[in-house]
């Protein structure tokens, strides 16, 4: 009787676990109420996101909001005194009035999975729907200075590396304003920001830089996962604050010196780097709507007459690659590569990263190279699987005498169990060993699936067939017929192939192991896989690619050890059936 309470106690957790999770999340991550179903993008990047309109990217996920932005684009870049930029991996336009720049797209990165999908656009100008842009001017004391509508002189052109572009305008009174760009052959454009003073008393300036975005565009903002304002203060990266906190709160400023500051979705990053050395403060504000806006503030500064002041500030607006990252960071910029939200456990991650990517180098697939990064960590484990094996056995081999003692002392559990341990002592046998592969596997799993997460190089890396995109969940889902039928099931229910093969894999693995003593927890293990097959249908193909390849060595591996240990594989005393009392007639 105990045994099947125990087991429909056991049944209504797992269906509690497998709905509660969902529930949990459609709290936490509301689904944005403006938008049909039938009106939204729906595909597996969204479907990742846990919430239907806002996709992991970030970007636009209504299709009358992506029309509208097509429109506004062909409106607002439409003014041929635009300054180009062509560098290798970032291409667009300055526009001279305001001085901003505000168009911006990358090269190296593609909008969807379709290869013909064009580049990720990641700047657009004020105005329009989407707009992110960078502005550089100065605040002045008593002298006329550059606005948002000052029209420069532009020379030079288009932008790139060794081909700087120089901005001029001409107050009239005896001021000159100059911002010269230059550009590298990544994401990084530098403005020198001048004054010449001409005339012939001093004047004050205090040089400035923003950039201004919509939060419509950005990446959903998850538990594990920072979307939203970033930067690295006295080289500490703060991660503390979201959209929501900024609207709330007006204002937000940090009191430490900015080493950079700026917005990050999950793959992209628009950031500020200040002249090092120059007195600077940083500060995240909400202008309205959902308007925000990143401020570098540099201290007043007096050009004395016939003499001139410059201040240098960077301005990052591309990928969140790794290596590229941490290039910038060895060549100066603090904590720079922290910027991609590898959260406490980096130390582990980073290098399954770097492996993973090697892999990949040579392998010239990821899904392939998750395979292999697989192998080599069951490899490398296969020492402690051998110990665990060998202490099943030993506590195998001292069971009658463990049960010797629990009868003995059934009176005096304390007694039993100083007695239990001292076996332990005298044989030789760590109860614990059984649980070390369990432990070491638990970082790697998670480590693995922060990168799948994190990695921008995982982005749209196709496997075989039907997998388009490793990073995100598997598309082929069995209840909508594999995409025939024209509806998405919920994300509990979204299975895939590749989650129906996990639970298969994992229903093996148990299977495998010696039937245990307890029947509710011969059954539990026959339920589980079925229940983990459901929580772990929604993550990234790549992480179920992982686990499956796990598990398909598992049973490889353990079947090699019981040979080995064959009393493993001895069938367990049945347990006891109470006779049934006869009913007198």
């Given amino acids: ?14 269906a509690l676990i497998l709905f509660g999770w969902d529930f949990a999340m459609s709290r936490l991550y509301p689904q ?43 409106t607002a870049l439409a003014t041929t005194n635009r300054v180009a930029i062509r560098a290798p991996a970032v291409i667009g336009s300055i526009n001279p009035a305001g001085a901003r720049i505000d168009d911006i797209e990358l090269t190296t990165h593609r909008e969807t999975v379709d290869r013909d999908s064009g580049p990720v656009r990641l700047f657009s100008p004020s105005g329009t729907i989407a707009q992110q842009f960078a502005q550089f001017g100065w605040v002045g004391q008593g002298v006329e200075v550059p606005d948002a509508q000052t029209v420069w002189q532009a020379q030079g052109g288009p932008l790139a590396p060794g081909s700087p572009v120089m901005l001029t305008w001409n107050n009239g009174q005896g001021q000159v304003f100059r911002i010269t760009l230059t550009i590298d052959e990544r994401y990084m454009i530098t403005a020198q920001q001048t004054v010449e003073n001409t005339g012939d008393s001093p004047v004050v300036v205090q040089p400035y ?38 609207a709330e709160a007006g204002t937000v400023r940090h009191p430490g010196s900015p080493n950079w500051a700026g917005f990050t979705d999950i793959y992209w990053l628009s950031a500020l780097v200040p002249q090092q050395g120059a007195d600077a403060e940083t500060a995240f504000r909400a202008l309205g709507g959902d308007a925000y806006r990143a401020d570098v503030l540099y201290q007043p500064v007096t050009v004395p007459a016939g ?6 500030t960077g301005l990052f607006a591309g990928a969140k690659e790794s290596a590229t990252l941490d290039a910038y960071e060895d060549a100066g910029i603090a904590n720079f590569g922290l910027a991609i939200d590898w959260g406490w456990f980096r130390w582990f991650e980073k290098p ?6 090697t892999l990949y180098e040579l392998s010239g697939n990821f899904g392939v190279a998750i395979i292999l990064l697989t192998l080599i960590i069951r490899l490398l484990m296969f020492p402690i699987a051998q110990k665990q094996f060998a202490s099943m056995a030993s506590m195998r ?32 046998v760590n109860p614990l060993a059984g649980c070390l592969p369990i432990l070491v596997q638990i970082p790697i799993f998670f480590a693995l699936y922060k ?44 299975i895939g192939i590749l989650a129906l093969l996990l639970g298969l894999t994992m229903f093996l693995q148990f299977r495998l192991n010696p039937s245990a003593m307890d029947p509710v927890q011969q059954q539990m293990f026959m339920i589980m896989p079925w229940v983990l097959m459901f929580v772990m249908a929604p993550f990234a193909a790549g992480l179920l690619l992982y686990w499956i390849t796990s598990n398909i060595l598992t049973l490889a591996q ?9 009393q493993l594989k001895a069938a367990q005393p049945a347990p006891k059936v109470e006779p049934k009392a006869k009913v007198k007639g």
């Fill in 397 to 428: 081999a001292i069971q009658p005498k463990m049960k010797e003692l629990q009868d003995r002392y059934k009176d005096d559990k304390p007694k039993a169990q100083q007695e239990i341990m001292a076996l332990y002592k005298k044989e030789g």
């Fill in 32 to 74: 944005p109420a403006s938008m049909d179903r039938a009106e939204r993008i729906d595909t597996p990047v969204e479907r990742a996101a846990g919430v239907d309109g806002e996709t992991r990217d970030g970007g636009l996920a209504d299709p009358a909001d992506i029309a509208e932005k097509r429109i506004e684009l062909e």
């Fill in 352 to 357: 399954i990263f770097w492996l993973l990517r």
């Fill in 307 to 312: 003499q001139a002041v410059t201040r240098t």
């Fill in 1 to 14: 009787m105990n045994n099947q309470r125990n087991l429909v106690i056991a049944v209504l957790l797992s």
């Fill in 451 to 494: 990168v799948l997460m994190l990695a921008i190089e995982m982005r749209h890396k196709p496997f075989v067939l039907w997998i388009r995109d490793l990073s995100a969940p598997d598309p082929a889902m069995i209840l909508n017929l594999f995409g025939l039928l024209d509806f998405t099931p919920p994300s509990f229910l979204a």
């Fill in 209 to 246: 830089a923003f950039i201004n975005r919509t939060s419509r565009t950005a990446s959903q903002d998850t538990w594990n996962v920072h979307s939203g304002p970033i930067g690295a203060f006295d080289g500490s990266v703060d991660f503390g604050w979201d959209y929501d906190d900024v």
């Fill in 558 to 566: 353990q079947k090699y050890l019981y040979s080995k240990h064959p």
